[in-house]
Nanobody, 124 residues
């Protein structure tokens, strides 16, 4: 059974930091793009960050650039998102995802495997 499980979410104050983790099982994703997306009620699923298979390159949404860092450990089949200087507008359910690297990995439809999400709430 292929499964992605996020962890590390919680309630924090503006300016705090959190590290989200995603553990994969049932398949080795070393050859896949790995990404983080987030979603709030009434809004579309938003791209946050991706670590692509090709050359280990990374990409970030403008809203999180300079504050968030994505990393992956292919040997452990995990991916993490380090979030610093959190803002109230970062409040969302965060999802990790894995997809075959046919594109740049910045769109949700490029990903076939998804976790259930972890809630991040940032108070002001």
């Amino acid at each position: 059974q292929v499964q992605l499980v996020e962890s590390g979410g919680g309630l924090v104050q503006a300016g705090d930091s959190l590290r989200l983790s995603c553990a994969a099982s049932g398949r080795t994703f070393s050859g896949y793009n790995m990404g983080w997306f987030r979603q709030t009620p009434g809004k579309e699923r938003e791209f946050v960050a991706a670590r692509r298979w090709s050359g280990g390159s990374s990409d970030y949404a403008d809203s999180v650039k300079g504050r968030f860092t994505i990393s992956r450990d292919n040997a452990k089949n995990t991916v993490s998102l380090e979030m610093n200087s959190l803002k109230p507008e970062d409040t969302a359910v965060y999802y990790c995802a894995a997809g075959i690297p046919l594109g740049g990995g910045t769109h949700w439809w490029e990903y076939a495997y998804w976790g259930q999400g972890t809630q991040v709430t940032v108070s002001s």
